[in-house]
């Protein structure tokens, strides 16, 4: 019931959409990370109880003694290979002791349908969950680099989720902002839209009445000026 490599192991969901183990119930930052990357629910096995606990248990064991002991692996590529190798040849093939059934087939069956898919999400290994409040310039510091949000939320604590070449910022529930992730450092990454209503934010603030009596409200020639004529007839004849 496992779907590609690395954390996507972890995927597994059931009519409840709950993953039932004691692993994936660990209040771990790590464990609770993945549940809520991959979006299911961990349900925890009541402790000593043989039809869950024990069972979970038994295939540690199992894989240590049928897939593990008595081999030696030149590298971690090389045991992953063989891991792979075992899992398709022989306890994916095998009759189950339990179901009476190949393991494969009872998946492909019953519980294939089941699965969600992964719809391009990145790994959980690749994607960060931070928090950060607002500065006063409307933007959230990431590895040296700001990004912007509405200015309505300065001061405010939002959760970003830097991801798949995005950073994705939301205040509560709603997604608030969406920016490709800088590769840079020290940059300022800025949606105008998110300055909109801001005053300045296209050049120096000026009141509308200052900027009216910077200007004179008439353009008639000051009083000291005054016709050539009038200089003519003072001093008789023309020029």
């Not at 002991?69 to 190798?85: M, R, V």
């Not at 059934?101 to 999400?121: I, N, Q, T, V």
């Not at 016709?227 to 003519?232: F, G, I, K, Q």
Request: glycine share 10%; net charge positive; hydrophobic share 40%.
């Amino acid at each position: 019931m496992c779907v590609s490599s690395g954390d996507e192991y972890f995927l597994i969901v059931g009519i409840e959409n709950s993953l039932v183990g004691a692993a994936a119930a660990s209040s771990g930052r790590l464990r609770s990370g993945v549940a809520k990357h991959w979006g299911f629910r961990p349900r925890a096995c009541a402790p000593y109880r043989a039809r869950t606990k024990g069972k979970t248990e038994s295939g540690v064991g199992y894989v240590k003694k049928n897939a593990i002991a008595g081999h030696s692996f030149t590298s971690w590529e090389a045991f992953e290979a063989h891991l792979a190798k075992w899992e398709r040849e022989v306890v994916n093939a095998r009759i189950h002791g339990t179901t009476g059934e190949a393991p494969m087939a009872r998946f492909e069956r019953d519980e294939a349908h089941r699965l969600k898919p992964l719809s391009g999400r990145p790994s959980f290994g690749l994607l960060r969950e931070l928090s950060r409040i607002v500065g006063n310039d409307c933007a959230v510091e990431v590895d040296t680099n700001s990004y912007s949000v509405p200015w309505r939320l300065i001061g405010e604590r939002v959760a970003v989720t830097v991801a798949a070449g995005e950073v994705r910022i939301r205040h509560g529930v709603r997604e608030v902002a969406v920016h490709r992730q800088s590769q840079g450092r020290r940059l300022r990454i800025v949606d105008s839209t998110h300055l909109d209503g801001v005053a300045g934010r296209n050049g120096a603030v000026c009141r509308a009445e200052i900027a009216a009596s910077a200007v004179p409200a008439s353009s008639q020639a000051p009083s000291l000026l005054r016709p050539l004529a009038e200089y003519e007839a003072a001093i008789g004849g023309g020029f």
